[in-house]
């Protein structure tokens, strides 16, 4: 099955039940059935045909949380044709043209506050052909068409295009962690096989509501929550903007959502407002529905999920996956959790930890995290080289994590291995470091990194954002540090900081704090 088969399936069965609810800024709602949907995707197919799309074309969508992503990344997946989610916050020309000229972007789909960084890089894209914006083009003129016109000047496509489950739906952007960001090319099969997995491992069934509250160009909302609640004929709550809270939660109550999927950093702020009267207000209006709440994307510490499950009543399920794993890879069984564990790997997925040598290593010990299943990427487009160093030739992902297996199966991540600090001689996991740190009651977010000096070892240094007035000193964090970290482990450096570095799912960017410190020893 491909997913225009999925959409087609839950549409002639639920034809009449709201598959979106977008919720707005203002708190506002359109709600869009399964039947308009598909209606909506088949006009949007027709416009694309008549602007000349064809099967293999790329078109990427440059947009929030909303009907018209969903309804035009499916309008291009009915030509065959190739949806390219940009991350909406990646306004640097230079960045945003390199990616829309790298997979020969030949339109994007937008809104207006995203025009200029888009127009900006326009002349340097040759392939671009059109901009279409689902909310008007300002002052922009004849460059930018109307979405919502595009759509309603269009009739229902007729007849289908021969699609293959091996043919590319999507390519999503890495996070460019060293050098330029790699396209990671995925399958119909690699995403329909993830949303089975995913559904049977979270127990979704069509009396649940989902709530897609992190943005869909990143593999954790889309396939998580979008592609699963089409899959299912589940209710989705779309949310467009995070902040402020209060409208989405009032959608969250209203339409009695049952699944929450987030970020540890979300669950942690919502974690610090559930004191006093607001803890009673939160958990018994906002998550009186709630049954399951599924983190991922970044290490949850220990303290977030007890304060959780203490203000809302609610225990977070940890998972963990990657963009080029579809992104489900495993997940703690509903009902068996380990606290700190990624749980076990989902249907049709393998998982092995590998050691410096490219042998197997014992169960309990240290190494590299290894993938196998139907939802390894395709690869890395225009990239081969890349590709064949992350997949060998029977199939296993090299995910780049350092993690361990239990007795029982469980995963357990230890640190990104290009985060892994060499000091001494002896491995420091700054996951680890950091979990430790975050203990420390007016820290409110740390991150660390290693320094290479001149012997070729590494110095830690720790950045910290302390809680809202708070007046430690960086001499009372030394400490701190001295008394709960072994030495070798133990920050030589200490800088206190308004904010830290985030990309758009609130992980920390430490090549960035890198970068700067690199800047710095130059100076």
């Known amino acids: 099955m491909n997913l225009n088969q999925m959409l087609d399936r839950t549409a002639q069965r639920l034809s009449g039940s709201p598959a979106l609810v977008c919720v707005k800024k203002d708190g506002s709602e359109n709600i869009v059935t399964f039947g308009e949907l598909r209606r909506l995707v088949l006009c949007a197919a027709a416009g694309f045909e008549k602007k000349g799309i064809e099967k293999g074309d790329c078109v990427a969508i440059i947009h929030r949380n909303g009907a018209e992503f969903v309804i035009a990344y499916f309008g291009l997946l009915r030509l065959g044709a190739i949806a390219v989610p940009i991350n909406y916050m990646v306004q640097k020309p230079e960045e945003l043209g390199y990616m829309l000229k790298h997979v020969e972007a030949k339109g994007v789909i937008t809104q207006r506050e995203f025009l200029r960084g888009i127009l900006k890089t326009k002349e340097t894209v040759p392939s671009l052909g059109f901009i279409l914006s689902s909310d008007g083009a300002g002052s922009t003129g004849a460059d930018v068409e109307s979405f919502e016109t595009f759509l309603t000047d269009s009739n229902p496509m007729e007849g289908s295009v021969e699609i293959d489950d091996e043919d590319i739906v999507t390519m999503l952007f890495t996070s460019g962690t ?50 699963i609640s089409l899959r299912l004929g589940v209710k989705n709550v779309v949310i467009a903007h995070a902040a402020p809270p209060k409208p989405w939660l009032d959608c969250m109550a209203r339409h009695g959502v049952t699944i929450f999927a987030a970020v540890p950093q979300i669950y942690s702020l919502l974690s610090k407002q559930a004191v006093g009267l607001k803890k009673w207000v939160l958990r018994f209006w906002f998550f009186r529905k709630v049954r399951i709440a599924v983190s991922g994307a970044a290490p949850l510490s220990p303290s977030t999920l007890k304060e959780f499950r203490d203000g809302f009543g609610v225990s977070i399920t940890e998972g963990y996956g990657l963009t080029e794993t579809s992104p489900i890879a495993s997940f703690n069984p509903i009902g068996r959790p380990k606290v700190s564990s990624v749980g076990k790997p989902v249907q049709h997925v393998q998982i092995r930890i590998i050691g410096d040598g490219g042998k197997s290593i014992p169960q309990g ?11 390894i990427m395709k690869g890395y487009y225009k990239n081969e080289e890349a590709t064949r160093e992350a997949v060998d030739a029977d199939g296993w992902f090299k995910s780049g994590d350092i993690g361990l297996l239990d007795e029982d199966g469980y995963l357990f991540i230890k640190d990104r291995k290009k985060d892994m600090i060499i000091v001494k001689g002896l491995k420091v996991f700054s996951a680890q470091v950091e979990k430790t740190l975050m203990n420390h009651p007016d820290i409110a977010d740390a991150a660390v990194i290693g320094i290479p000096d001149s012997t070729g070892d590494e110095r830690i240094k720790a950045f910290f954002v302390l809680v809202e007035g708070s007046k430690i000193d960086s001499s009372e964090l030394h400490k701190f540090c001295r008394k709960n970290l072994d ?37």
């Not at 491992?201 to 990143?218: I, N, Q, R, S, W």
């Not at 010990?365 to 939802?375: F, H, L, M, S, T």
Request: hydrophobic content about 35%; charged content about 30%; aromatic content about 6%.
């Open 178 to 227: 060293t050098g330029n960001p790699k396209a990671v090319m995925l399958t119909h099969s690699n995403l329909v096989s993830n949303v089975d997995a995913g559904a049977e491992a979270f127990g979704l069934t069509e009396k649940d509501v989902a709530l897609t509250l992190l943005p869909m160009f990143h593999t954790f909302a889309w396939t998580c929550c979008t592609l």
């Open 365 to 375: 010990g240290e190494g590299e995290i290894e993938i196998k299943g139907p939802n």
């Open 487 to 523: 030495p070798y482990k133990r920050p030589r450096e200490i800088e206190i900081v308004d904010e830290l570095p985030k990309n758009a799912l609130q992980k920390t960017l430490k090549r960035v704090l890198r970068d700067r410190e690199l800047e710095k020893a130059k100076t």
